[in-house]
C-alpha cells in the first residue's frame, strides 16, 4: 500500500469510495461483500470485472472494508488509516481484519441496518478524501 486515501481519491481511474458505499447501500440486499463490489467494480460478476480491474479499484475495495469494519469494531482502524506507511502485506491483513468484522455484523443485522451503515461509511469516507 503506497497510496492514502485522499490520494486514492485523486485518481482519474480509481472509484471514488464515498461515491461507491453511498452505491452500496441501494444494493445491501446483496449483502456487503457483493454490494461493494456491485457498486465499486459494477458487477458482481467475476469474469466481467476481472479483465479491466485496476489495482486502484482493488486498494478502494479494501479501504472501504476498512472504513466500513471500522465504524462496527473500532479495533479494525485502532492502527489508524491506511496511508503510504502501509505495506501490501500489513493493508491484506487489516482487510481480512475488517473483512471478518464486517461479515459477522452483517450475519446478525438485516438489509435495512447494513444499508444504514454502507451510508454512514460514505459520509466517514468524504471526510478522509477531502483530507489534505
Do not use: C, K
Not at 70 to 84: K, N, Q, R
Amino acid at each position: 500500500m503506497t497510496i492514502s486515501v485522499a490520494e486514492l481519491a485523486a485518481l482519474p481511474s480509481a472509484p471514488a469510495i464515498s461515491r461507491g458505499l453511498r452505491e452500496a447501500a441501494s444494493y445491501a440486499d446483496h449483502g456487503p461483500l457483493l454490494a461493494l463490489r456491485r457498486a465499486l467494480f459494477g458487477t458482481i460478476n467475476y469474469e466481467d470485472f476481472a479483465a479491466v480491474i485496476t489495482p486502484e479499484h482493488a486498494i478502494a475495495e479494501g479501504i472501504a472494508l476498512i472504513i466500513v469494519g471500522g465504524l462496527v469494531d473500532s479495533e479494525v482502524t485502532d492502527h489508524g488509516w491506511p496511508d503510504a506507511t502501509w505495506g501490501a502485506g500489513y493493508f491484506s491483513q487489516r482487510v481480512a481484519h475488517a473483512h471478518q468484522v464486517v461479515t459477522g455484523w452483517a450475519a446478525t443485522h438485516n438489509e435495512q441496518q447494513l444499508a444504514h451503515l454502507l451510508e454512514a461509511a460514505a459520509d466517514r469516507a468524504q471526510t478522509l478524501e477531502r483530507a489534505a
